[in-house]
T-cell receptor
């Protein structure tokens, strides 16, 4: 079993839809939870970051962490075609030598 | 412009040849990383380095080698011992610290070995 599980998709939604992307994990030592966005043939870029449990909102994006369930989510409101990308969750432990553990990524397509 | 550069963008090699992928950063970051990305596998860590002249194996180091002679440079050599080298290779860098969470990625090199 992988430490971080993520549905690979692809996920196709109409423009304006609310998108929910999720990851589950098994290592209870993870404390930092990130979402990276990766456009086709590009390197990933950090989208959202949350420390420990709770919610964080940034514009149309909301990240949620439920450590009791070992479950994290990224919500995208009013999705746009420019949101079409692969979304990777990533996690790290306190300390842990800066090593990140990534999910497999979910491919999202927002259609006009 | 601060960032990470990887070259070349596309690389083609014959089986049995070693090949070196370049990674340079001007962000003054101490830590650098190499990942491999395959469809359905996500990013897997090959090697990482936190200081010049020192590096550690990641999860899939077999068939790869690295060097860190300068802070800004972290080249990756894919050797002929790597059984399945065709993949998208990503280099990243970050600051060091117990609360560091962001890694900055380069644009990647797509290696095809036939």
């Amino acid at each position: 079993q992988k430490e971080v599980e993520q549905d690979p998709g692809p996920l196709s939604v109409p423009e304006g839809a609310i998108v929910s992307l999720n990851c589950t994990y098994s290592n209870s030592a993870f404390q930092y939870f990130m979402w990276y966005r990766q456009y086709s043939r590009k390197g990933p870029e950090l989208l959202m970051y949350t420390y420990s449990s709770g919610n964080k909102e940034d514009g149309r994006f909301t990240a949620q962490v439920d450590k009791s369930s070992k479950y994290i989510s990224l919500f995208i409101r009013d999705s746009q075609p420019s949101d079409s990308a692969t979304y990777l969750c990533a996690m790290r432990m306190e300390g842990g030598g800066n090593k990140l553990t990534f999910g497999t990524g979910t491919q999202l397509k927002v259609e006009l | 412009d601060g960032g990470i550069t990887q070259s070349p963008k596309y690389l083609f090699r014959k089986e049995g040849q070693n090949v070196t992928l370049s990674c340079e950063q001007n962000l003054n970051h101490d830590a650098m990383y190499w990942y491999r990305q395959d469809p359905g596998q996500g990013l897997r860590l090959i090697y990482y380095s936190q200081i010049v002249n020192d590096f550690q194996k990641g999860d899939i180091a077999e068939g790869y080698s690295v060097s860190r002679e300068k802070k800004e440079s972290f080249p990756l050599t894919v050797t002929s011992a790597q059984k399945n080298p065709t993949a998208f290779y990503l280099c990243a860098s970050s600051t060091l610290g117990h609360a560091t969470y962001e890694q900055y990625f380069g644009p990647g090199t797509r290696l095809t070995v036939t």
